[in-house]
């Protein structure tokens, strides 16, 4: 029950931003023998009963130990390995660095969380004085470097503390980093955590600080469709770089805790205008390309190499944003030293947080972002699945956006989190495509492949086929393929300015676009005309380094354009009498499967293998590549 109460804790913590970010924060349980603490990387809000690190706490405090060693890198590793040796065999995981400063607080419960509010005091220059007049009787600790020297310097103060006030501290205030607090029930923990909340959210009230991150209510959608593209080539540093565009803050000059420094680094780079030269000036005056970059009055961009931790770089920003501003109410800012900021930016043991907190995915296409017009279901779904197993952070674009809604939700499930997302689309409709685009570039800095995959048929004899009919069937499959390629252009164009990398168009066709298809004219004819605009975009585009290129899969049988059981083509066919003879869905299904030399229907994963090698081909392009089972061969 006890391990049950502190998972319950913490995820609550880690599900609250006010209290924490990120991987950022750890909790522990111990009794006589064991220390049962939080994992390095994992995040609180994912922590579970059997995720927690089972620690020897004789094995812990043989750290106490050492004799001080002058090689910073030879202390480290020391500990790095004593932390492993007093890891239980029967536990899995790498524990927190701050295993040894829970040993050393003796109650059962710690619980270390960074809010910002907590913060603000301990980045503040007067929050140490501030501090002992809130919480007369917690312990405050001046900045140290994370690892052996915090440990020990947290050793000495307790003790120190002990002798002069009987007992331990229930609440450790770090300088820079956050709070400890500790107790022996969870609900003494809920206590002090929410006393510390209410005075200090008091007391920033009565300064006249706003507690809320002052923020511009949206960013400026010009300079973002400009500039996001153009930052993930600049920026991209052997990883596809994603870009998460957030309305302007102003960012905070300096590093204010480790947290920020790891995940969003030391410096942001401020900037009226984004090229080349200004990342090589940033990078050469700081040994990094910048993680958040702020166009005065209009945007900041958060980079990182996939979504998620885009989506972190963007937190962290905001939270160190937040922070600065806090410490107006405790006497101004006190930014981490150059010596402090240096010793995390190289720490071993922070790099490896991040790198388990990431969660990237080593795929094919890893890190590409892929848009997926009409995925929310059928052959979409499917090649939209087949790209995020790959690697791709996936846009499922459909009309039905809550279509779309589940389905990135599902490949979130398989896959992992902020590996798709759901957009809302008319492709027959500009400003739909348009704000399609918008949208997707916001959310994600940029687009490196393109899939055309949406589209209608509508079945009859070019003798009674209504107008209306044929105008549907030619505004979805043609002018919508235009128009998605149009926008899909633009940005992509932009993108590839500055890079090296070729981006791609696939259109979804049909083997009907290489072969006539009898009471099938309208559709068969918006498929061989979109060949006709795959190899007339492919000639024009090539300059920006784009590809386009169109696959031809013959029949997915499968997928609800077949076997919808009152639109469906094998009803549709059935009704309209192409099949000479047949009297049953089956009879249609059959004879079409025997038109096919692999006996079989066309499954999105032949399909998204014909995708796969279009996009890893760079010398191919304006293509109509046949997906048809031997069905339809090239002459």
Known sequence: MSLQNLVALSNRYGKNPDFVLAGGGNTSFKDDQHLFIKPSGISLEALTEIGFVKMKREKIRELFQLKELSDSVQREAMVKKMMADAVCFDSVGRPSVEAPLHEIIPFRYVVHLHPAVVNGMTCGRNGKDI????????????????????????FNASESYKKANGSFPAMVFLKNHGVFVGADTTSEIESLYDDIMLKLNEFVKASGVDLK???????DSATVMEYAPQLRSLLEDNFTATVVSMPYFQVAPGPLTPDHIVYAKSFALETDKIDGDVIEKFEARHGYKPKVVA??????????????????VADLARDAARV????????????????????????????????????????????????V?????GFGYGIADELAG???????????????????????????????????????????????FESLVGQCGGLDIFIANAGVLRTGSVKTMEKKDWDFVTDINYTGYFLCSKYAARV?????KWGKRWTDIVQVNSKSGLVGSNKNGAYAGSKFGTIGLTQSFALELIEDRIKVNSICPGNFFDGPLWMDPQKGLFVQYLNSGKVPGAKTLEDVKAFYESKIPMNRGCFPADVAKAITYAVHQQYETGQAIPVTGGQVMLS
């Open 131 to 154: 501090c002992a007049r809130l919480f007369p009787q917690a312990m405050w600790l001046d900045y140290t470097d994370p690892g052996y020297t915090l440990a020990a310097s947290f």
């Open 390 to 436: 790959a690697g791709c952070l996936v846009a499922i674009a459909d009309m039905n956006l809550d279509g779309a809604v589940k389905a990135a939700d599902e490949l979130c499930r398989k896959y992992g989190v902020a590996r798709a997302i759901p957009l809302k689309v008319n492709i027959a409709d500009e400003s739909s495509v348009a704000a399609m």
């Open 373 to 377: 017009t009409g995925g929310a279901q």
């Open 213 to 219: 991150l002052k923020i511009a209510d949206d960013f």
């Open 324 to 371: 600065k501003q806090l410490t107006d109410a405790f006497g101004g800012a006190d930014f981490m030293t150059d010596a402090a900021r240096i010793f995390i930016e190289n720490w071993e043991v922070e790099s490896y947080r991040k790198k388990v907190s990431s969660g990237n995915n080593d795929g094919g296409l890893s890190g590409r972002i892929a848009l």
């Open 295 to 312: 166009i005065p009055g209009k945007a900041i961009f958060a980079v990182a190499d996939n979504l998620r931790n885009a989506r972190i």
């Open 492 to 496: 992509m164009s932009v993108q590839n």
